[in-house]
């Protein structure tokens, strides 16, 4: 089966970007052209894309001095 995007210029999308999200919302996929080029795609977002909070809590190791040095000049940053 071939998967046939719907294809709108920068204009359109701008003028109906409602109707586009509706569109969108319900599973179709939207490139958005200027001058005939494809340049985005609209798609639906994917909430389960989003990566969980803390998910890297064991690869990461922060010295307990890590900021017992600090740079000359990099006081006014604190």
């Given at each position: 089966m071939m998967?046939?995007?719907r294809t709108v210029n920068?204009?359109?999308a701008k003028t109906h970007l409602s109707t586009l999200?509706?569109?969108v919302e319900g599973g179709e996929e939207i490139v958005i052209a200027r001058a005939g080029r494809p340049v985005a795609r609209?798609?639906?977002y994917d909430v389960s894309s989003t990566r969980p909070i803390g998910i890297d809590d064991d690869?990461?190791?922060i010295a307990d001095d890590f900021d017992e040095f600090i740079p000359p000049g990099f006081e006014p940053y604190l």
């Open positions: 998967l046939v995007m920068v204009h359109e999200l509706v569109e609209l798609v639906k690869r990461l190791q």
